[in-house]
């Protein structure tokens, strides 16, 4: 390749990486002039003028606002334009679907939406979110062009790069990237399907108890346990997309030596979750949730037994809190491991679980810090059901940014 050639491309990396510097440090500092980004990005006043004034002209970057000057002209401040676009985010988690339309900033929800009493997510199900959609960017009047992403939290394995459904057993007719592409198909625009618990992880990451920290786990402990690693300030998401499912995690070895395999009661899942410790408090006290009737533990009706369970732990039932208790500790096993291993800064804790936080938490941080060198960061979710959402609002914008940045030249 000739010179002029390698030149060009040269010329071409410069301006990419000026213009996402300039964006980055707009997005993330109010009110700045273009001396003051010259100072913080320590570039030229010609190059940073040239940059913002072509990101002015597409409408990236606005001029809002004079400031303030002791001497000569006023300085005009310039800001990332929030409304260049906006994502939709869906949270397929759990029994009610959330979606939330949010502009680019990622902290303005301008409409949030429910989908109510979903079991299995099928084609109907489905059906109705797209409706959901499509009436919150009629009432907002936002135009098709603007819908720049719809990010979906999506239970199972997810392939990351493509968003396949591998495995969901609660999607039903929907295989490989069909979800993705049926949502493509309606609303022309970019569609991504991540893993629940690792939308979780993003949204306190982004905006919520992890903000502060570089590496650390984030645990929901609800019906089930999952998990979401978030390691040097980036999404852990694995070779398969399945990194972070620390309820098969196998705990009790000595069964599974002996046996040979691995078996429901030896997983962390059946140990820690709440339907998990339902299940053995069922088992040690049988007549305690009488009123729900007998047999099998009814899925949906998990909640009513939580509040059952929750309430004898409050009342000072010693069978129920030990029980609770030993969870616990069999988490506190699990995660001095992790620790250990990925060097984390901390450990943050959601779910269901915290509405008994006074009983479930001090001997799991008791725990970690008599069994692990250093003091432990054993910390609760700011988020709380709103995680996943909010992880999808933010996993969608740093996409459209992304895009932004590869058209930029």
Same mark, same amino acid.
């Given at each position: ?38 100072? @913080?990005?320590?570039?030229? @006043? ?22 303030? @000057? ?11 334009? &929030? ?79 493509? $968003? ?45 108890? $992890? ?31 399945? @990194? ?15 046996? &040979? ?90 779910g269901l679980i915290l509405e008994i936080e006074d009983i479930f938490m001090p001997p799991l941080e008791q725990f970690l810090n008599d069994n692990v060198s250093g003091k432990v960061k054993v910390l609760t979710s700011s988020l709380g059901d709103k995680g996943v959402i909010y992880g999808a609002i933010g996993q969608g914008i740093n996409h459209v940014l992304v895009d932004i940045i590869n058209r930029i030249?």
């Open positions: 390749m000739s010179s002029k050639g390698n030149k060009g491309i040269n010329h071409k990396q410069i301006k990419v990486t000026n213009q996402t510097l300039i964006i980055n440090e707009v997005r993330k500092s109010d009110g700045l002039s273009r001396s003051d980004l010259a100072r @913080a990005l320590r570039l030229s @006043a010609p190059s940073i003028s040239t940059n913002i004034d072509e990101l002015i002209s597409r409408e990236i970057i606005l001029e809002k606002g004079i400031g303030s @000057a002791a001497f000569g002209r006023k300085p005009i401040h310039i800001e990332f334009n &929030n409304e260049y676009g906006y994502v939709v985010a869906v949270d397929m988690s759990g029994g009610a679907f959330r979606i939330a339309l949010s502009d680019l900033s990622g902290t303005n929800i301008l409409e949030y939406g429910l989908i109510s009493d979903v079991v299995q997510i099928t084609s109907e199900v489905i059906e109705r979110t797209m409706n959901t959609i499509a009436e919150m960017l009629a009432r907002r009047k936002i135009p098709p062009h603007k819908l720049l992403c719809i990010c979906i939290g999506s239970p199972g394995f997810i392939e990351p790069s493509t $968003g396949s459904v591998v495995y969901a057993p609660r999607i039903v007719g929907f295989t490989g990237t069909s979800l993705r592409d049926t949502f493509a198909e309606r609303f022309n625009t970019l569609v991504l399907i991540k893993n629940d618990m690792n939308c979780a992880a993003v949204g306190e990451h982004l905006f919520g108890t $992890g903000q502060h920290y570089y590496s650390f786990i984030n645990i929901l402990i609800d019906v089930g346990i999952g998990s979401g690693l978030i390691l040097n300030e980036k999404l852990y998401e694995g070779a398969r997309g399945s @990194a972070g499912e620390i309820g098969l995690w196998v705990n009790d070895t000595q069964e599974a030596v002996r046996q &040979n395999k691995v078996t429901l009661n030896n997983m962390l899942d059946y140990q820690v979750s709440v339907f998990g410790l339902i299940c053995q408090v069922r088992e040690a006290k049988p007549d305690l949730f009488i009123s729900l009737g007998q047999g099998e533990v009814n899925l949906h009706l998990v909640p009513e037994y939580a509040q059952i369970m929750f309430n004898a732990a409050r009342a000072g039932d010693e069978q129920v809190i030990s029980i609770i208790r030993e969870a616990a500790i069999r988490l506190g096993c699990v995660l001095k491991n992790l620790y250990e291993l990925l060097d984390l800064e901390a450990i943050i804790i959601g030249a």
